[in-house]
């Protein structure tokens, strides 16, 4: 058994698990165009479910991820999830239709929901309250580095090997995680603290969680704000390339957006213990609501265009994730708060339903995308807005 890691390295650690999903999703963005081609799809916007199959995935995946983390451990969950996403990377890089290659990215979703749910349980086996957003902002200090250069690594690669050739850096930066957590991460869910995995089990943390105002609520507000990344992630590629006529450069903008608003990190990681999880969560939201519409109505009415345009959109996106990175770490951390003792199964469930259901929400925004970025503003003002209001109503006490 591995020893147990000391802070910088956990927060390291964890930070690559946490962005295996970010990789999977957002080295494929370039790749867009020459998929609908090879692939022989007629309709661009069908390209857009690469992304949504891999999120679905994900989302069902984590009802089994955390409560068989919860009955036999962290670290063989962690260590098959990701063995699952390695294999099904050969599924998809031997993909001769669209249909298939969403049954892959699906079934590879499953596989990687295991980083995403059993690493945040491993954080909160580990440390509770505002010490524990606090851990999970510097993690995704570090993970915002992902998707910031995924989309340049990904661009890179097809250039050289075609777009298959993506799924294989999927398979070297699995190898390099699932080493690194075998061979340095001891176990952090002890025997004593397990719970064995029935389908009861799963019942009864559903309803202590739906007994839970603050979880209740806190999940629905993560529904928005999921559905607001999600659907601009599906609609990128289109937003530069086909608006704003992006072309090669989309990875360059990609990765000055995510650099830059990667800074919201840090800035939650200093004030979210002076000020809390509730108010910066909400702040967010707000500004979130209020800038993508006034930003919308001002393109729809023709007060910006032309050279312009580009460089308004650009810093409408570096605002959509820097407010989100406020509002993630610490929604997720303020519904975890009460539910310590099922942090696995509780986890998994917030991960999957708010996963779910922001799917629901973002494809729909997705699909409307009409050679415009105007339908995805409006989408994600209102989604921040809808998340503003409920949480103005989320307990702020347990």
């Not at 929400?361 to 415009?372: C, K, S």
């Amino acid at each position: 058994m591995g020893k147990r890691l000391a802070l910088p390295e956990f927060i390291l650690l964890t930070a690559l698990l946490f962005s295996l999903i970010a990789f999977g999703t957002d080295a494929m963005l370039p790749a867009f165009g020459e998929m609908a081609a090879d692939l022989n799809t007629s309709n661009a916007n069908r390209v857009q479910l690469v992304v949504a199959a891999f999120v679905l995935g994900t989302g069902c995946g984590q009802l089994i991820s955390g409560p068989l983390s919860d009955a036999i451990g962290r670290k063989p969950v962690l260590l098959g999830g990701i063995g699952v996403f390695i294999l099904t990377s050969f599924w998809a890089w031997g993909s001769q239709s669209l249909e298939m290659l969403l049954l892959a990215r699906f079934i590879q979703g499953l596989g990687i929901s295991a980083p995403r749910t059993v690493g945040m349980a491993m954080v909160r086996d580990l440390y509770t309250g505002r010490q524990m957003a606090r851990v999970v902002s510097l993690a995704m200090m570090m993970f915002v580095l992902v998707p910031a250069v995924a989309p340049l690594i990904g661009q890179g690669i097809m250039l050289a090997f075609g777009w298959r050739a993506i799924f294989m850096s999927f398979v070297v930066l699995g190898c390099g995680a699932g080493l690194w957590l075998w061979l340095r991460q001891e176990e952090t869910h002890i025997p004593e603290r397990r719970r064995p995995m029935k389908v009861s089990t799963l019942v009864s943390a559903a309803k202590e969680m739906a007994r839970s105002r603050r979880v209740v609520v806190s999940l629905l507000v993560l529904c928005m704000s999921y559905a607001i990344v999600f659907s601009y992630i599906s609609s990128a590629q289109q937003l530069f390339v086909v608006w704003l006529d992006a072309g090669a450069r989309f990875p360059f903008y990609f990765a000055i957006i995510a650099l830059v608003s990667g800074s919201a990190s840090a800035l939650n990681a200093a004030l979210v213990v002076r000020l809390g999880m509730w108010l910066l969560s909400t702040i967010g939201l707000a500004l979130l609501a209020v800038g993508s519409i006034s930003v919308g109505t001002l393109i729809a009415s023709g007060v910006i265009s032309g050279d312009a345009l580009l460089y308004v959109v650009i810093g409408w996106s570096m605002m959509l994730f820097f407010l989100s990175g406020l509002v993630f770490s610490n929604v997720n951390a303020f519904a975890m708060e009460p539910m310590g003792h099922i942090a696995g199964t509780a986890s998994a469930i917030i991960g999957s339903l708010s996963t779910l259901a922001s799917i629901l929400i973002a494809v729909p925004i997705g699909q409307m995308f009409d050679g415009t970025g105007l339908p995805l503003m409006f989408g994600v003002g209102i989604c921040a807005a809808i998340g503003f209001l409920l949480n103005l109503v989320n307990p702020r006490t347990v």
